[in-house]
Structure formats: C-alpha cells, structure tokens
C-alpha cells in the first residue's frame, strides 16, 4: 500500500512521516496531517487523542480495511 504522503500527494517534506517507514501515520506523533482539510482541523479541535481523528481518514480506513482482508 501507498504511503500516506504518496496517498495524498503531500509535499510536506518536513512532516516526520517522511523520515520513517516504520510505523504509520496514526502512529507517529507530530504529522501534519491535520493540514490537509478543515475537516481534520475542526476534527481535532474537538477530541482528545489522534486516533479519534485518524479513524475519520479515508486513508487509515483503506488501509485498515485492507489489512482485515489478509
């Protein structure tokens, strides 16, 4: 599977996803993912903990889909 700044095209190239492949996005405090829409922001403002926010995200739901499958 993609990684989630190729997923997204990110070019945020000093968002700490890009320094491992490691772990995932929903794992690594201090991305920058919340940058990519309001939504995330507004999302963010509202709970307390990232993977509250990351559950809502169309690519931590592909991927966790994906790996029920296997």
Same mark, same amino acid.
């Given at each position: 599977?993609?990684?989630?700044?190729? !997923? !997204?095209?990110?070019?945020?190239?000093?968002?700490v996803r890009h320094e491992t492949d490691d772990l995932q996005c929903w794992e690594?405090?201090?991305? /920058?993912?919340?940058?990519?829409?309001? !939504?995330?922001?507004? /999302?963010?403002? /509202?709970?307390?903990?990232? =993977?509250?926010?990351?559950?809502?995200?169309?690519?931590?739901?592909?991927?966790?889909?994906?790996?029920?499958? =296997?």
């Open positions: 599977m993609k990684k989630c700044y190729e !997923f !997204f095209d990110c070019n945020k190239l000093d968002c690594i405090d201090g991305t /920058l993912c919340y940058d990519h829409s309001d !939504f995330f922001t507004q /999302l963010r403002a /509202l709970v307390k903990s990232k =993977i509250d926010v990351c559950s809502e995200c169309t690519y931590y739901k592909i991927y966790n889909n994906t790996a029920k499958k =296997i």
